[in-house]
Each structure stands twice: as structure tokens, then as C-alpha cells.
């Protein structure tokens, strides 16, 4: 019984170990694109002053901020469009993870129990063995 016990603690610890590998990846995966977009973001406003601070030019109403690879406002909508959708993807993928990993540890926890009071219900108690 007891090893019952320890088997299945053993395959449910294995799958929360590869399910936090999973987050951990999604999360780096996550960060990795937050400091490529600061640093694009810090790269466009000082273009920005260059270009609005130098001399002979004007300020223009409005400004966008274009990805270097698009040459169209379409093409840069479009862009933009996917990388939301991508990180909307992964935001709800890694809820979905967290709420399968919290599942995953209650079911576990609640067989556990289970199987304790299975096996204490088996052990005599002092009384029993007395008589």
C-alpha cells in the first residue's frame, strides 16, 4: 500500500516538474520579448528626439513608431496585430498551465488522503489488539 503511495507521488511530482519546466520556458519566453520591446521602445523615442530636435525640421503630428522590417503602415498593423495575438496566446497559456499544475496538486493531495485513511482505517487500534 505504501509503496501504491509513493509510486503515485513520484508520477505526480514528475508531471509537476514538467509542467513548471514549462512555465519557467513560457515565462523566459515572456521576459526575453518585454526587454526586446523596451529596448526597441528606448531606441524609437531617441530617434525620435534626434529627429524632432534637430535642426531645420519640423514636428510631426502624431508620430508612429514603425518596426524596421515593415515599410507600410498595413504591413506594421498587421505586425502588430500577430506579436498581440502571440502574447495573448502565451498570457493565457501559461494561466491554463497554472490552473492544470493547482488541479494537479489537489487531486494528488486529495488521493493521498484518501489512501491514508484507507490505511489507518486497516491499523488496530491499542483496544482492539488488548482484547
Same mark, same amino acid.
Request: glycine share 4%; with cysteine; hydrophobic share 25%.
Given at each position: 500500500?505504501? #509503496?501504491?503511495?509513493?509510486?503515485?507521488? *513520484?508520477?505526480?511530482? *514528475? !508531471?509537476? !516538474?514538467?509542467?513548471?519546466?514549462?512555465?519557467?520556458?513560457?515565462?523566459?519566453?515572456?521576459?526575453? !520579448?518585454?526587454?526586446?520591446?523596451?529596448?526597441?521602445?528606448?531606441?524609437?523615442? %531617441?530617434?525620435? &528626439?534626434?529627429?524632432? *530636435?534637430? /535642426?531645420?525640421?519640423? /514636428? $510631426? #503630428?502624431?508620430? @508612429?513608431?514603425? !518596426? *524596421? %522590417?515593415?515599410?507600410?503602415? +498595413?504591413? %506594421?498593423?498587421?505586425?502588430?496585430?500577430?506579436?498581440?495575438? &502571440? @502574447?495573448?496566446?502565451?498570457?493565457?497559456?501559461?494561466?491554463?498551465?497554472?490552473?492544470?499544475? +493547482?488541479? #494537479?496538486?489537489? &487531486? #494528488?493531495?486529495?488521493?493521498?488522503?484518501?489512501? $491514508?485513511? $484507507?490505511?489507518?482505517? %486497516?491499523?488496530?487500534?491499542?483496544t482492539e489488539g488488548a482484547n
Amino acid at each position: 500500500m505504501l #509503496s501504491e503511495v509513493q509510486k503515485l507521488l *513520484g508520477e505526480r511530482i *514528475g !508531471d509537476t !516538474d514538467q509542467r513548471l519546466k514549462n512555465l519557467n520556458e513560457c515565462k523566459s519566453t515572456l521576459e526575453y !520579448d518585454i526587454k526586446d520591446k523596451e529596448e526597441c521602445l528606448r531606441l524609437d523615442e %531617441h530617434c525620435y &528626439k534626434l529627429n524632432n *530636435g534637430s /535642426a531645420g525640421l519640423q /514636428a $510631426v #503630428s502624431q508620430p @508612429s513608431i514603425y !518596426d *524596421g %522590417h515593415t515599410t507600410t503602415v +498595413d504591413k %506594421h498593423e498587421s505586425f502588430s496585430q500577430t506579436n498581440l495575438e &502571440k @502574447s495573448e496566446i502565451a498570457r493565457v497559456m501559461s494561466c491554463l498551465q497554472r490552473e492544470l499544475n +493547482d488541479f #494537479s496538486i489537489n &487531486k #494528488s493531495n486529495d488521493e493521498l488522503q484518501k489512501t $491514508v485513511r $484507507v490505511s489507518w482505517s %486497516h491499523v488496530p487500534t491499542q483496544t482492539e489488539g488488548a482484547n
